[in-house]
């Protein structure tokens, strides 16, 4: 496969919340050892990289570092079209391969060496320090990137290496049991529709969040079995309560928003956890309320923070075996600001995904 020199990418411009996404000509990456050339086909829009281009994190230094040139995006899937000598073998060209926020570890460090290697102290991140995969073409270390299963498409695998894993393991941080209440604020979001099916999948009996008839369609589509409305809903905990008698075993906030940090706990029966997915940009916001509240009810307050290898692959297979089916809106480069306009409005239902390239 002839692999070109220059390749069109999506480059941030401008800093603060005008920042905007400009499609440059940047040079197509040369491998070094230990990696492989991935012709990205595909790449979802995580939240995550709305902050990057829109620097919301700046706050606490969740900018894209210079060595990023501007590049977001970390769900990524296309095919492989060059191997370094050292793991031809591992991996071959035509072999399809997903790239993800995590895009190289150590592999010798504790957290690698116990299954925890997303807490790898010398980890590089898509999007973050590494350029990512709104780019024609990206180099990715070779022993981390994801093998896409048969059965699974490129325009589904891509939102599956952030937001699909997000939330399949936000569902299982909850420690909520087959037949158990899991509520899902923002349910009928790109994070949100994938934890209503990851945990219909686990057995988890869901309560979905949101608002509007179409949303509330599509929650209840996807296996939710209730639905509550939160612009006709003055009173969320006691409608929880009326469905579930004492409250839900389990919350996944993935708002990174105050309301959302405050409610949730109100929503759970004692013992139940609230598992802390969103991240907001203003520090004074805190994810548990006060301790007489934790103490007495016995919560259990969490955080997940996507997955390792094995676990994408956990994630993948439910794709593959037609447990879970993203809902995606697909556009190109010059759609990014305005999917990531609907996103901070609530707007986008589902994942929006782009396709890159020809």
């Keep these: 496969m002839a692999i070109p020199e220059i390749q069109k990418a999506a480059v941030k411009t401008g800093k603060g919340p005008e920042s905007k996404v400009?499609?440059?000509?940047?040079?197509?990456?040369?491998?070094?050892?230990?990696?492989?050339?991935?012709?990205?086909?595909?790449?979802?829009?995580?939240?995550?990289?709305?902050?990057?281009?829109?620097?919301?994190?700046a706050a606490w230094g969740g900018v894209m570092r210079e060595s990023a040139f501007g590049v977001a995006g970390h769900e990524g899937a296309g095919v492989v079209?060059?191997?370094?000598?050292?793991?031809?073998?591992?991996?071959?060209?035509?072999?399809?391969?997903?790239?993800?926020?995590?895009?190289?570890?150590?592999?010798n460090c504790e957290f690698c060496q116990s299954g925890d290697e997303i807490f790898c102290v010398k980890g590089k991140k898509s999007s973050l320090t590494e350029p990512g995969t709104f780019q024609e073409y990206v180099a990715t270390d070779a022993y981390y990137a994801s093998r896409i299963p048969d059965g699974v498409k490129d325009?589904?695998?891509?939102?599956?290496?952030?937001?699909?894993?997000?939330?399949?393991?936000?569902?299982?941080?909850?420690?909520?049991?087959?037949?158990?209440?899991?509520?899902?604020p923002g349910a009928g979001g790109g994070l949100g529709h994938f934890g209503v099916q990851y945990a219909k999948a686990l057995g988890m009996r869901v309560i979905a969040i949101d608002g509007g008839d179409a949303k509330k369609e599509l929650c209840l589509k996807l296996g939710a079995e209730h639905f509550i409305d939160f612009t006709t809903t003055h009173d969320i905990p006691t409608e929880i309560k009326k469905i579930t008698t004492y409250g839900a075993h389990g919350v996944v906030v993935t708002a990174a928003s105050k309301a959302g940090y405050e409610t949730a706990p109100n929503f759970l029966r004692q013992?139940?956890?609230?598992?802390?997915?969103?991240?907001?940009?203003?520090?004074?916001?805190?994810?548990?309320?006060?301790?007489?509240?934790?103490?007495?009810?016995?919560?259990?307050?969490?955080?997940?923070?996507?997955?390792?290898?094995?676990?994408v692959q956990e994630a993948l297979d439910f794709v593959a075996r037609g447990l879970v089916k993203p809902l995606l809106t697909v556009g190109e480069f010059k759609d990014l600001d305005r999917?990531?306009?609907?996103?901070e409005t609530g707007k986008m239902i589902g994942r929006a995904v782009i396709k890159i390239g020809a």
């Design 22 to 57: 400009e499609v440059k000509e940047i040079p197509v990456p040369k491998i070094g050892p230990g990696q492989i050339l991935v012709k990205v086909n595909y790449s979802g829009l995580c939240g995550t990289d709305k902050s990057f281009y829109r620097d919301e994190w």
């Design 271 to 311: 013992g139940g956890t609230m598992v802390c997915v969103g991240i907001p940009n203003d520090l004074t916001i805190r994810s548990a309320p006060p301790p007489l509240v934790v103490v007495t009810r016995k919560l259990n307050i969490v955080g997940t923070y996507v997955g390792n290898n094995s676990d």
């Design 155 to 184: 325009e589904e695998a891509g939102p599956v290496m952030c937001g699909g894993l997000t939330a399949y393991m936000a569902c299982r941080r909850s420690n909520v049991r087959p037949g158990q209440w899991l509520v899902l």
């Design 339 to 343: 999917f990531m306009d609907d996103m």
């Design 81 to 107: 079209v060059a191997v370094a000598d050292d793991v031809k073998g591992l991996w071959n060209v035509g072999d399809r391969a997903g790239v993800k926020f995590l895009a190289s570890i150590c592999r």
